[in-house]
């Protein structure tokens, strides 16, 4: 069967899947940075792969300099969140520089999916922003605790102007968890308001390295009304997608 | 370009010389890119290539010698203002620029930032001296379609001091009917006005007729593109749907109908510009004003082929023809008057002949999804996307949001062929 690569080359990181036959044998993960070509390239080189599939936001970069094939991170995420939860019908991801969110029939196939117009709002890049503001590392951002009682409001979901809500919030002398709390409220929030516009049906699966950060989990958990699953490695959902692809079309 | 110099001619316009040659220059390498490099383009195109690298070269010089010999030209930008009329006092009716992204910072001096991009583009076009039309013309017509344009057209009336405002009624009722065929009237006098000419049935026969026959000719395109393969790429067929409103029209609906030919031989032989079975998409929303190629340029770059486009710049503009079969001025008046309110833009309510309209197209064109396109803050147009994705139940649909810039390219794509995968 061979050695299948499959690259996710997003706005923040570069994830590959390497797998031999259907078994993964090995993660890679580097930050895109300002030239990512030359990330992939030495990815290429140090796994050596028989087959190579590109997606994620990058991927005409290498459809362009190299003959990869390439598919969308939409169908990638799709195979990829399958190969993980067979029974998976929904894939929330809160990426970068979007936030997809994508429903499957029962065969896996995308049914229907939303992803959000030119705007950062509510992305991953605005969580890392905003976690930088309020001085949380982005590992610890998402073990802020999910408080019940009176609610900050962070009304903008522009990331310029929720930073300066944010300050001003803090000028007002409010608690660095209500704030991270709010934020992560209003991410929630706005992934709601698209994942409204296509059926939501079980299993949903969180994917993404945003799905690592438990607070957005369990605020996805609320506001949808139905358990989220989220895989032990979410980040490389679509890296794998784009491996099996090679292997099961 | 001919090589000819329109420097001077130019300069008399009162153009701003060094941005117009950087215009011209952006312009022509976008055509390089997204036209010239097409595959199996059908040889008929080559008049259409022509004609856009004489876009305001020849075709300016033979408005202002149009001018010269006494006729009129009338600028517009919407499809509602009745051509026929134009027509028949031997004016020139032109669709001013509207399609790129360009002097928004001057426009913005006069409307908010958030408004169309069409709209932000006319007085952009105006304001930074780009558009040679506009400075031909010896009225420019505006309607009050939507609320963006209506209040807009007063602030281009402020700059040109020659806007001449219909008004659209918004519904379909008998006392709408009557406002709309006294606003008809009202334009023929001031068209009457304008070129010292007295309509005739006569000349009002030949102005429908000529309409009709470009409309004809845009139809049988059309029709024409329902063919699998395509023997046409959607981005080609959108030119010449753009290009209907500058050109001279005798000589478009012939050049057109040339075409014609050359596709209905490529469709009897079943040779076209993609594969037999490629997906096919329908476009339905806001008008794509020329140069405005960018959502056609992502679709057919990731496989698929545009086979129609439900928008003012195509079906809207030629679906309906005027009843020629008219036997004196008021009875034209009637005929035209209902022509023109047959036309399903957004702007109406109830508008559910859209739907039926967009239901018809789907099936008779064969195509496999649609992808409804909207300006960003076009509200009509934004409003009913949400009613045409009911309606259309039968292949998938998506909704985009966009403006002129670049900056949303990279997620377009992505959005665009995830769609293509999902019809695949």
């Not at chain 2, 490099?37 to 259409?48: D, I, L, V």
């Not at chain 2, 998938?396 to 377009?412: V, W």
Request: net charge negative; aromatic share 6%.
């Amino acid at each position: 069967m061979g050695r299948s690569l499959g690259i996710d080359i997003g706005s923040r990181f570069i994830k590959a899947v390497l797998l031999e036959g259907e078994e993964l044998i090995d993660i890679q993960q580097v930050e895109t940075s300002f030239d990512p070509l030359d990330r992939c390239k030495r990815l290429l080189e140090e796994t050596a792969a028989d087959r190579v599939v590109a997606t994620g936001y990058g991927r005409h970069l290498l459809e362009v300099h190299t003959d990869i094939k390439t598919i969308t991170e939409i169908k990638a995420f799709a195979k990829g969140a399958r190969a993980m939860f067979p029974l998976c019908r929904t894939i929330i991801d809160v990426g970068g520089q979007d936030i997809k969110v994508i429903s499957l029939d029962e065969g896996g196939k995308v049914r229907k999916f939303e992803m959000n117009d030119k705007c950062a709002a509510g992305t991953g890049k605005f969580v890392e922003i905003m976690a930088r503001v309020l001085g949380y590392s982005i590992g610890d951002f998402g073990l802020v605790p999910l408080k019940t009682g009176p609610e900050l409001q962070i009304s903008s979901m522009c990331t310029v102007f929720a930073e300066s809500e944010v300050i001003s919030l803090i000028a007002r002398g409010a608690e660095r968890e209500d704030i991270a709390l709010a934020l992560h409220r209003s991410v929630t929030n706005r992934v709601l308001s698209m994942a409204r516009r296509v059926p939501i049906e079980e299993d949903v699966v969180f994917a993404g390295g945003c799905a690592r950060n438990g607070l957005l989990r369990k605020l996805l958990e609320a506001g949808i009304g139905k358990n989220v699953s989220v895989a032990e490695r979410p980040e490389i959902t679509g890296a794998l997608g784009a491996a099996l692809y090679q292997i099961t079309g | 370009m001919n090589g000819k110099d329109y420097t001077k001619m130019w300069e008399g316009l009162g153009l701003n010389i060094e941005n117009h040659a950087g215009l011209l220059g952006v312009l022509t390498n976008a055509y390089k890119d997204i036209y010239l490099s097409q595959n199996n383009r059908p040889a008929a195109m080559e008049y259409f290539d022509f004609v856009i690298s004489e876009v305001h070269g020849l075709r300016i010089e033979e408005i202002i010698a149009a001018k010269e010999a006494g006729r009129k030209v009338v600028g517009t930008f919407c499809v509602y203002v009745p051509e026929e009329i134009v027509l028949a006092a031997d004016g020139l009716c032109i669709g001013l620029c509207a399609g790129a992204e360009v002097g928004s910072e001057e426009a913005e001096k006069f409307i908010p930032r958030n408004t169309c991009a069409l709209i932000k583009a006319f007085m952009g076009f105006k304001l930074s001296g780009l558009c040679p039309y506009v400075e031909t013309t010896d009225l420019i017509v505006g309607e009050t379609t939507c609320d963006g344009k209506k209040k807009a057209y007063e602030s281009f009336n402020e700059i040109t001091k020659k806007v001449y405002v219909m008004e659209i009624p918004h519904m379909k009722t008998d006392e709408d009917k009557k406002l709309w065929l006294s606003e008809v009237k009202r334009f023929k006098d001031r068209i009457e006005g304008l070129s010292g000419k007295k309509l005739t049935v006569d000349a009002l026969k030949k102005g429908a007729s000529v309409a009709n026959e470009k409309r004809k000719a845009l139809q049988r395109l059309s029709r024409l593109r329902a063919a699998d393969p395509a023997p046409i790429s959607g981005l080609d067929a959108l030119l010449v749907n753009q290009v209907s409103f500058y050109d001279d029209p005798l000589r478009f609906t012939s050049m057109t109908h040339k075409l014609c030919d050359e596709l209905s031989d490529r469709a009897s032989k079943g040779t076209g510009v993609a594969d037999k079975g490629a997906p096919r998409i329908l476009i339905s929303g806001s008008p794509m004003a020329i140069p405005n190629w960018k959502l056609h340029a992502i679709i057919e770059g990731s496989g698929a082929v545009v086979v129609g486009e439900e928008s003012c710049i195509g079906e809207r503009n030629h679906r309906d023809l005027v009843d020629e079969s008219f036997s004196s001025v008021d009875d034209a008046m009637e005929k035209i008057s209902s022509r023109y309110l047959g036309i399903d833009c957004a702007c109406f309510t109830p508008n559910t002949e859209r739907l039926d309209n967009i239901k018809a197209l789907v099936e008779r064109l064969g195509a496999d999804g649609v992808i409804h396109y909207s300006l960003q803050f076009c509200t009509p147009y934004m409003m009913e996307s949400y009613k045409v994705e009911k309606a259309v139940t039968e292949v998938p649909f998506m909704r985009i949001e966009t403006d002129y810039s670049m900056e949303d390219f990279g997620q377009l794509k992505t959005r665009v062929e995830a769609f293509i995968e999902m019809i695949q």
